[in-house]
């Protein structure tokens, strides 16, 4: 059998990306990053696989002021609205967590999906029509663990209604915002995700999510049980 694996080192580094990459919002610095470094991470945003290879992405480069504050007006609403979900303490703490940032990042970049791309039909793509915002989600976690291994932050907004947002991006019709995000040097990567530390919910254990064979169906393999806790 010839081995395709990664070194051991190379392996650790893939996993700790993984692991550590966090949803940024509060620890931006005002650090500009070099060009260079911004081509590494949409270079490795557009490796992403995609259904038919279609390739559906679109990258906006956003450093303009005045599109942020824009943009962060649109969040402000959508925010205010989205906090009228939770009653008691429970809005408190909403209203306590910092969800965006938008102006704090020196770059921020909206990651769209052209759902026209490849003509009327796209291999693989007949009975799954959502594919393609599928494959362009693959370019956001390529970016998002690319830009980790850089120390770089990434933050997605997602508290904003779409259609005003492409509104003013000025995208044509056929062509979704799927994530907004802010990107910068950050001050720290907290050791475990911002909601979790804040108590708004915590991971859930993968033990509970096993399935075997069919839903429900309970997992009994005791040495990957075993291996699970082990990792």
Not at 9 to 29: C, T
Not at 42 to 48: N, P, R, S
Not at 89 to 113: F, H, M
Not at 142 to 150: D, F, K
């Amino acid at each position: 059998m010839t081995d395709h694996s990664f070194t051991d080192e190379e392996r650790a580094g893939l996993y700790r990306a993984i692991r550590e990459r966090r949803d940024v919002r509060s620890q931006f610095l005002p650090d500009p990053i070099a060009p260079d470094v911004l081509a590494r991470l949409l270079k490795a945003a557009h490796h992403a696989p995609s259904v038919g290879f279609m390739q559906p992405w679109d990258f906006i480069v956003i450093d303009s002021l005045d599109v942020k504050r824009a943009v962060k007006a649109l969040y402000e609403q959508a925010n205010a609205d989205a906090a009228s979900n939770y009653d008691g303490d429970r809005a408190t703490q909403y209203r306590r967590l910092k969800l965006e940032g938008i102006v704090d990042s020196p770059i921020n970049l909206c990651i769209t999906c052209d759902r026209q791309r490849g003509g009327p039909h796209v291999l693989g793509r007949n009975t799954m029509l959502d594919t393609d915002l599928f494959s362009t989600c693959l370019a956001v976690q390529n970016l998002w663990l690319a830009a980790r291994a850089e120390g770089i932050g990434v933050g997605w907004v997602s508290i904003v209604e779409p259609a005003r947002l492409a509104e003013t991006l000025q995208l044509p019709a056929q062509v979704y915002p799927l994530a907004y995000l802010c990107l910068g040097y950050v001050s720290e990567f907290l050791p475990r995700p911002e909601l979790e530390m804040a108590g708004w919910r915590s991971r859930l254990p993968l033990e509970q999510l096993l399935h075997a064979n069919m839903w429900d169906n309970p997992v009994e393999n005791d040495a990957l049980l075993s291996a699970l806790r082990d990792v």
